[in-house]
């Protein structure tokens, strides 16, 4: 393949600090395993990640990370996953987590550098390897901090069903599809171009595998047919034997809504209940902080090795004082907080559950809908009494013109943190403006959208952006949601997550949301009708509407604490 077709990531060098092991599992593969070790000969607690980016290079900062988790006093073990990198093994994401992560337990419990006890540590794919272990069940794993992820990451092809309620479920990534075409054909990563304007859609990967030479067996299993995949042959993690959790969350993260259903089902049960903890931070997918935009050369931590180190405190101290409590047992629980999490453009804030105690549901109404969308000035409102009468808006989805994906990378999007005011100005978008606030508003929990909306179309996909628009008119994200409609219809009122924030509304500013269609190329654009989204050819036009009327409303649900002053 040319170069300047695609580029691949390499192995970096083994650091000088790791000793690499050949960790073999149960079926003889080998896995290449880094050891970095405290001073002093005693044996010690461990903490353990599992990863498929490369063990040693700068992406994921292992190296950069081994010291400040050895100068605590813990082994730090970092291992490539099957079929990745230095490891063994065939190329196939998920499905051999669990047992391959029981066999790496195994093998640090027998080192006489080993006191027993295991911890894992992770963003991601190396967040879901630490439930795969979960649900193997072995007894040296003692607790996990799994970052931005989700125990069903690696059941995207049964996630949807598992998450849906009545006729609405999730609308499907194509950044799952982008993600196992560059990450899991091979050992490597591969950085190339994809035309997602190609039709039928599935077709859009095929130059890049033809002139690679191979195929991502993964995507082939999942992308389009969703085949079911074992990921947990051993059980799904939640009905394991309960450990402690510390759910780290990011509220611009692209995988904020799947943590936090983890987070609030696992805080739900029995057994589980009393291990959960969650810190929540104003970052995304990729670590970038609210309070660093915008991004620039002294403050990207991607290119700038200051500011990487400046961000792994923020990045790692939590996850060392929650292992000093539940691996190391140096610290009494207590000294953990239930839950801290940052409220966006004032601080850090601990309380002891989440929402935080005083938080209460508040609804803002839509209406005042104009007759058409995307007619400039004419908008509708965001109000705190309901609609006095029946309205209706129409607009045309065209998947022929989808409403481009605000930020190219959605796991980096506080790098960019774009603009969005401009996307209101297109007929296809339905905006609805509150009033500006002369007091601030402290957002601390769920927000939801309930509304009615049908389709000319069997099924059909809803969008909803709620915004922060200060003075002078620019309109910045706050959260997001989607939803998939089996059987849109204007009699029947669904509720459509947008995820969880801690964020205040400064004086002056104002709420906004969008309503769309459409979410192209992030999400697989609905082909208006009800074709295989993958396979179809034709793309169809289809009229939109939302109904509200006094007796069911449409309706923002936020949460809302008091504010407080410092």
């Known amino acids: 393949m040319s170069a300047?077709?695609?580029?691949?990531?390499?192995?970096?060098?083994?650091?000088?600090?790791?000793?690499?092991?050949?960790?073999?599992?149960?079926?003889?593969?080998?896995?290449?395993?880094?050891?970095?070790?405290?001073?002093?000969?005693?044996?010690?607690?461990?903490?353990?990640?599992?990863?498929?980016?490369?063990?040693?290079?700068?992406?994921?900062?292992m190296p950069q990370l081994a010291p400040r988790v050895t100068a605590r006093g813990y082994a730090f073990v970092v291992q490539d996953?099957?079929?990745?990198?230095?490891?063994?093994?065939?190329?196939?994401?998920?499905?051999?987590?669990?047992?391959?992560?029981?066999?790496?337990?195994?093998?640090?419990?027998?080192?006489?550098?080993?006191?027993?006890?295991?911890?894992?540590?992770?963003?991601?794919?190396?967040?879901?390897?630490?439930?795969?272990?979960?649900?193997?069940?072995?007894?040296?794993?003692?607790?996990?901090?799994?970052?931005?992820?989700?125990?069903?990451?690696?059941?995207?092809?049964?996630?949807?069903?598992?998450?849906?309620?009545?006729?609405?479920e999730d609308v499907e990534w194509l950044v799952t599809a982008d993600y196992l075409s560059h990450y899991w054909l091979d050992k490597l990563i591969h950085d190339y171009p994809v035309d997602y304007g190609t039709r039928p859609l599935i077709h859009a990967f095929d130059e890049a595998f033809e002139r690679l030479g191979t195929r991502s067996d993964t995507f082939d299993m999942v992308i389009p047919r969703r085949l079911p995949v074992p990921v947990y042959p051993d059980g799904h993690p939640f009905d394991a034997r309960p450990i402690p959790v510390l759910h780290a969350v990011g509220w611009f993260d692209n995988l904020l809504i799947p943590h936090m259903r983890d987070y609030t089902e696992l805080a739900s049960r029995p057994g589980w209940a009393l291990t959960q903890y969650l810190t929540a931070d104003s970052t995304d997918h990729e670590n970038y902080h609210l309070s660093l935009v915008p991004i620039n050369d002294t403050n990207d931590h991607d290119t700038n090795d200051d500011a990487l180190e400046r961000m792994l405190s923020i990045y790692l101290d939590p996850a060392l004082d929650f292992f000093d409590v539940f691996l190391k047992e140096a610290q009494p629980a207590d000294t953990v907080p239930r839950v801290r999490w940052h409220l966006g453009h004032v601080g850090y804030r601990d309380s002891a559950t989440w929402p935080p105690a005083g938080a209460e549901e508040r609804r803002l109404y839509l209406t005042s809908l104009p007759d058409s969308a995307g007619v400039g000035a004419t908008v509708g409102a965001l109000a705190e009494k309901a609609v006095p009468a029946p309205e209706r808006v129409e607009w045309v989805y065209d998947p022929r013109n989808p409403i481009p994906s605000v930020v190219e990378n959605s796991f980096a999007f506080l790098r960019a943190y774009p603009d969005e005011s401009g996307i209101g100005s297109r007929p296809d978008v339905l905006v609805f403006d509150g009033d500006a606030v002369d007091e601030p508003l402290d957002l601390t929990g769920p927000v939801d959208l309930f509304v009615r909306i049908g389709s000319e179309s069997p099924t059909t996909d809803v969008f909803a952006r709620l915004l922060d628009v200060d003075p002078g008119g620019e309109a910045r994200l706050i959260v997001r949601g989607q939803a998939h409609l089996l059987a849109p219809s204007e009699s029947t009122l669904v509720r459509i997550e947008l995820g969880h924030t801690g964020y205040r509304v400064r004086v002056g500013h104002r709420l906004r949301l969008h309503l769309t269609s459409s979410d192209f190329p992030e999400y697989v654009p609905h082909p208006g009708s009800d074709a295989n989204p993958w396979f179809a050819a034709e793309l169809r036009p289809s009229l939109q509407a939302l109904s509200t009327d006094p007796t069911a409303p449409a309706y923002l649900a936020l949460t809302v604490s008091p504010v407080r002053v410092d």
């Open 4 to 61: 300047e077709f695609s580029t691949s990531v390499e192995p970096a060098p083994i650091p000088p600090d790791a000793t690499q092991v050949m960790v073999r599992m149960r079926d003889g593969v080998r896995l290449a395993t880094d050891v970095y070790l405290p001073k002093g000969r005693e044996p010690t607690q461990t903490v353990l990640v599992r990863l498929c980016y490369d063990k040693d290079g700068r992406y994921t900062f």
């Open 81 to 168: 996953v099957r079929g990745k990198f230095r490891s063994e093994g065939a190329t196939l994401a998920f499905v051999h987590e669990a047992r391959d992560g029981y066999d790496t337990l195994d093998w640090i419990v027998r080192q006489p550098w080993s006191d027993g006890k295991v911890g894992m540590f992770g963003d991601s794919y190396y967040g879901f390897t630490q439930w795969a272990a979960v649900s193997s069940g072995h007894p040296a794993l003692r607790a996990i901090v799994p970052r931005v992820t989700s125990a069903d990451l690696g059941m995207m092809n049964l996630g949807r069903d598992r998450h849906r309620k009545g006729d609405v």
